[in-house]
C-alpha cells in the first residue's frame, strides 16, 4: 500500500533531537514488515521550509531523501487567492487523496481529519494510534483479541484508583478521586476492559438521567438519557474496538431501558479520535458547552423515525434502528462456522450458552465491535449501502442467526485496496487477503444489528420457501419472503 505522511509525522520521524512515541516507531517498522510505501507530498516539503527553527528545518530536509515525494498530482482546485499557506497545504494533500494518488494519509492535524470528514474522506485518514492499529491487525492479528466488556460497580474498582491508569483522568479534572468516590457511594456502575494481564485497560463509567441539564446555558434533554463519562481507553487495549464496544453496549442499555438520548463531554482538542468515533455513530457536537468540555448528543427513539432519509445515512443516525422497507434489498448471506465465530465472536450457540451459564452470567458482557468486514467471492455484484444481509451459519448449525447492515461493497482484485477498504474493521491478515484477491473478492462493510434470540433452522426457512435448499452463495430474497423471516424471528 501506498501511504502519505504528513508534515507533522515528517518532522518528528526526521527530527533525532525527538524521542518518537511507541506508536509511532511500531507504525514504521509495521510498514516495513508489510512491504508498505511511505510517502510526502511536495506540499510538504514547502512547509518544512517554512519552518522557523532553522536548525530543525536542515535537520528534516537532509533526511527527507529517504522517502519517496508524491509525483504527479493535478493542481488543487480548492484554493484561492485568500487561502493561507497552511490551508493551501492541507487542501493539497487531501486533495491528491481524492485523487487516489495513495491508500491513505497519516496525520496528527485535527484540523485536516475534520476536513477529510466533510469531503467524504474521513475513512482514509488516520492519526499514529489508527493507522499502527490497522497495520499491526493486517500483519501481527494474533495478537489482537476481541474482550468482553465488563459491567461492574464502581465501587469495585477502589483498590486501583491509585494506579498509573486513573493518572491523566486525575491530571485533566482536579478533584477526580473525590468525584469517584462520590459516584461510588452512589452505586455508579462502569464498563470497563481488562488487558492480558489483567490490569484495567480501558473504562466507561454511565449514568442514567431524567430531563438533564447538559450545557451551561441550560438546555435540557427531556426523558431519559443515557449519560457516558470517564471514557478511556489506555495503551495497553489500544487497536481492540473497544470504543466500539463502549458504545455498542450504550445502546443496547438505551434500548432496553427506553432512553430518547445518549450524551457525552469530552475535551474535543484532547480526544479527538473519540469525536471521529462518535460522530460515525450518529452523535453530533453541540453548539453548548459544559465547562469546557464539548458536549456531544445521540438522539436514541424507542421505535424507528419515520425519516425518508438514504438508508445508510438512516442507520448511522438511528442505531440500532435501520430502514427495512421495499426500496432497501435483503441478501441471505452463508457463512462457514470458523468464519461466523471471527465475526461474530459473541454469537452463542445453543450448547456454548449452556456451558458457559455455568461459569458466568452472559449478559454481563458485550462481545464484539458494530463495524466489521466480510470477504467472498460470491456471483452478486448489486449489493449496495443500507441493504440487509441475513447471516445464515451453515455446515454445523445450519441457522439463519444474525442481522447486518450494509455500509459499503466493494469488487477488486487489489490486496492493497481491498487492505484500505477493510483497515478499520479487518480481522483478516494481509496474506489472507492477498491470497483472495488471486481472484475477484467482494468486499461487503457492514454494521452489525443483532444476533436473533432465536435462530432460524434451515428446516423452518425451507417450510417457509425462503430458501429451497442449503445455500451456497449469496442469496437475494424478495419482500414476500423478508417479512416471513420477521415472522419466523418474531420481530
Known sequence: MRLLLDT?????????????????????RLAGKGGHQLLYHP???????RDRDADRRKRTLSRLEQYQILEGVPDCPWNTDSSSPNDACDNEILYALACNAVHALVTEDKGIHSKARELGLGDRVYNIQTAEDWLRRLHEPTEVHLPNVEDVPLHSLWPELASDFFGSLRVDYQGFNDWFAK???????????????????????????????????????????L?????????????????????????????????LNIFIHGNAEKQSYLESLLADFGFAGNSGSYGSDT????????TAPNDAIDAKDFVRLYYPHYRQDPRVSKYLVPI???????????????????????????????????KLAYLCRTQTKSIAPGDILLFYRSKDEKM?????????????????????????????????ITSMAKKEVKVILFRIIKHLQSPIPFEDLKKRGILSGPPQSIVKIDESKYRSFLDAAGI
Open 400 to 432: 439463519l442467526t444474525t442481522i447486518g447492515v450494509v455500509d459499503d461493497f466493494l469488487i477488486s482484485k487489489d490486496s492493497a485496496e481491498i487492505s484500505a477498504k477493510v483497515s478499520r474493521r479487518t480481522v483478516y491478515s494481509f496474506d489472507q
Open 8 to 28: 507533522n509525522i515528517l518532522i518528528p520521524l526526521q527530527d533525532s533531537f525527538v524521542v518518537l512515541t511507541a506508536n509511532l516507531k511500531n507504525f514504521v
Open 43 to 49: 506540499a510538504s516539503l514547502a512547509d518544512i521550509q
Open 336 to 370: 462457514v462456522p470458523s468464519y461466523h465465530d471471527i465475526l461474530f465472536p459473541d454469537y452463542l450457540s445453543q450448547t456454548r450458552a449452556q456451558q458457559l451459564s455455568l461459569f458466568e452470567n452472559p449478559q454481563r458482557h458485550v462481545g464484539n465491535a458494530i
Open 295 to 302: 458536549v456531544w448528543i445521540k438522539r436514541h427513539p424507542v
Open 183 to 225: 459516584k461510588a457511594k452512589e452505586g455508579r456502575r462502569a464498563w470497563i476492559c481488562r488487558d492480558d494481564q489483567g490490569s484495567l485497560g480501558a473504562i466507561c463509567i454511565y449514568a442514567e438521567q431524567t430531563d438533564e441539564k447538559v450545557t451551561d446555558s441550560g438546555e435540557v434533554l427531556p426523558g431519559k438519557a
Open 227 to 259: 449519560k457516558l463519562c470517564t471514557f478511556k481507553v489506555g495503551d495497553s487495549v489500544r487497536g481492540r474496538k473497544i470504543g466500539e464496544l463502549f458504545l455498542k453496549a450504550a445502546f443496547r442499555y438505551a434500548t432496553e431501558n427506553m432512553c
